[in-house]
């Protein structure tokens, strides 16, 4: 039984209002089985019609993402990772809500993308997809055990474009702004706090604290700092994190706002998502944060999720 702690219930609770009820319910329910066919090695119909051969009941939800599919059969634990299928890279078992940053981000394959935080490959994988193993994509991530795991899912997935590279965030955009390697399109699926998964990661709510906010703050704007300062002008940036805290998702956006020339472009997503906030506390935002999504738990029997995506106009800027 989850016990969250009291500041964390008055934070969600500030949040949501009346609704906070209906959030502290669902986070004791059981996370749903989503998967994301892998059209790098299969079609959406291919696959459809082998699971059911394993007398799995699949559900295809989204007229326009077809590769998106829920398991809704009763399953073993273990029994999805542990599947041919999955083992073999036909499908990627993944949260909804993850799916919405690369989907956000649209990368095609003309495109030079860097995936900046990427480790354990979800996105990373699914951006692959969308570009068809074309272009170039560069993914990295500086924890080296976690690296080990994105290489694997890269490699079970048959994702050919990619240039795998163990960096800092922020320094790897420097050095590769002094190369002149600019990328058209970046993700930027920052490390949070988390309080999103708590659903599947129960220990989160654990380690939990108000000053694990103020930290993951203060380094999500380096980083996205440093991506924008890369991103070539006129290109796209999706920055996401699987956290509700303000701190780290509008406040953030809000300083890049006051620093860059950007925009906060509208999305178009298959899910249901809720406006930014325009105020939080003693905050107040940009009118442009309303174009940013919140993607609540109870909204899609989902993770918790928060994304952006970004308009780079110019490389002035404002401080």
Known sequence: MLNPKPEFKKRMQELLGDEADEYFKIIH???????????????????????KEKGWKIKKPFSSNKEIMLVES???????GNSEEHRTGFFYVQDLSSMMPALALEPSE?????????????????????????????ANEFNLKRLIV??????????TNE????????????????LKFRPSKILVDAPCSGEGTIRGSPETLETWN????????LNQKRIASAALKLLVPSGTMVYST??????????????????FDIKIEPLKLPIKTRSGLTEWIDYEFDEQMVNAARIYPQDNDSEGFFLA????ISDKEKK
């Open 309 to 312: 995506k970004i308009k780079k």
């Open 210 to 217: 108000s000053n694990m906010i103020k930290h993951f703050s």
């Open 110 to 138: 003309k495109d030079f993308v860097l995936d900046l935080c990427a480790a354990p490959g979800s996105k990373t994988t699914q951006i692959a997809a969308l570009m068809k193993n074309s272009g170039i994509l560069v």
């Open 242 to 259: 699987c956290t509700h805290a303000p701190e780290e998702n509008e406040v953030v956006l809000q300083h890049l706002i006051d620093n």
């Open 29 to 51: 329910k059981e996370l749903l089985n989503w998967i994301r066919c892998n059209t790098l090695k299969t079609t959406p119909e291919k696959l459809f019609e082998k699971l």
């Open 74 to 80: 009763d399953l073993k634990p273990g029994e999805l």
């Open 150 to 159: 994105l290489k694997e899912n890269l490699e079970r997935c048959s994702v």
């Open 163 to 178: 240039i795998v590279i163990r960096h800092d965030a922020e320094i790897l955009c420097e050095k590769l702004q002094e």
